[in-house]
């Protein structure tokens, strides 16, 4: 990490739920929150806890210097709504295949 840059993983206690347009596309009690310097608060859900089947695989890819690359998946009516990191760099490697949404619901 760059000096002054942090990423923090914890394991989240709370239920995260994530919804779009009434639907449930993934609910988890498992989830991990990663907090990185300047940015807020992201919840990494198993894939086990996210309905994937709703979900299409985009050929959209992002590289951060701190994670690695991430590949993203699109709603019909949400492009790059989601991503993963398949191969994350050492320092984040907890969050190997975990899913983020730019939106969640910790109830």
Same mark, same amino acid.
């Given at each position: ?11 989240? @206690? !709370?239920?995260?739920? $994530?919804? =779009?347009?009434?639907? #449930?596309?993934? !609910?988890? @009690? =498992?989830? *991990?929150?990663? =907090?990185?310097?300047? &940015?807020?608060? =992201?919840?990494? +859900?198993?894939?086990?806890? $996210?309905? %994937? @089947? *709703?979900?299409?695989?985009? @050929?959209?890819?992002?590289? &951060? ?16 709504? #989601? ?10 490697? !907890?969050?190997?295949?975990? %899913? &983020?949404?730019?939106? #969640? !619901? $910790? +109830?």
């Amino acid at each position: 990490m760059s000096q002054g840059h942090t990423i923090t993983i914890d394991k989240n @206690d !709370e239920h995260v739920r $994530v919804a =779009r347009g009434g639907q #449930v596309l993934a !609910e988890s @009690d =498992r989830a *991990l929150v990663l =907090r990185e310097t300047g &940015c807020p608060p =992201r919840y990494y +859900l198993p894939p086990e806890d $996210v309905r %994937l @089947d *709703l979900l299409t695989a985009s @050929d959209t890819h992002t590289y &951060c210097p701190f994670k690695g690359t991430a590949s993203y998946w699109s709603l019909p009516d949400a492009a790059d709504l #989601v991503w993963a990191y398949p191969d994350p760099k050492p320092d984040v490697a !907890e969050i190997k295949d975990h %899913l &983020c949404f730019y939106e #969640v !619901e $910790v +109830l």
